[in-house]
Structure formats: C-alpha cells, structure tokens
C-alpha cells in the first residue's frame, strides 16, 4: 500500500484540472474573441490582446493536456466514488464543453469571418 498515492483525492484533482483547463480556455480566447468583443461595444482599448494571438496554439495544447488529466484522475477506476466524484466529473464535462465552444469559435467561425 502505498501511502503517498493514497493520500490524493481523485475528486479534488480532477476537479483542479478541470478548473485550470477551463482557465486556459478562456485565456486562449481573450486573445482572438476579446479584441472582437471590444469592437462590438465600442471599447478599443482591448485590441491589445491581439499582440498574444501567438499564444493560441501552446494555450490549446494545454487546455487539452489539463482536460486530459481530469478525465485520467476521474475516470480511470470503475467505483462509484460517491457525491464528490460526481460532481467533479460534472466539471470536468461542463470544461469540456466550455473549451470546445471557444476552440471552435476561434479556429472555425472567426477563419470564416475572415
């Protein structure tokens, strides 16, 4: 038995994965959606954030590697885990989603816009 691993609760790591791969997601697109958000209501001053657009590619690559962790940490024994499990895999899926949504918008809808 080994002490160490035993002492890390799947739930809460998988639940911080989760939360950090949707901070990335969100980081990723404050470069590309904020600039064009800020336009929308005539607020110029965000097309700073225009100047990390090269950030995109290594922030989606973590975004995916945190998220991949999650689900590794949440779904990789069969029990049931109880409440916390629960509702750590209901974060990790809500990131997920999040994550999608704005990868999607970012290399799908704003090529498109052109």
């Not at 990723?28 to 990390?52: K, Q, V």
């Amino acid at each position: 038995m080994n002490v160490h691993q035993d002492s890390i609760d799947p739930s809460r790591a998988g639940a911080a994965a989760a939360l950090a791969g949707m901070a990335t997601a969100v980081v990723t697109g404050a470069a590309c959606i904020g600039p064009m958000i800020g336009i929308a209501f005539g607020i110029g001053g965000l097309g700073w954030l225009a100047r990390y657009a090269h950030l995109q590619l290594p922030a989606t690559l973590l975004t995916i590697a945190l998220l991949a962790l999650g689900f590794r940490l949440l779904y990789r024994r069969r029990d049931c885990g109880g409440t916390g499990r629960r509702r750590a895999r209901t974060l990790l899926w809500v990131a997920v989603v999040f994550a999608v949504a704005i990868n999607a918008f970012e290399y799908v809808v704003l090529p498109a816009l052109g």
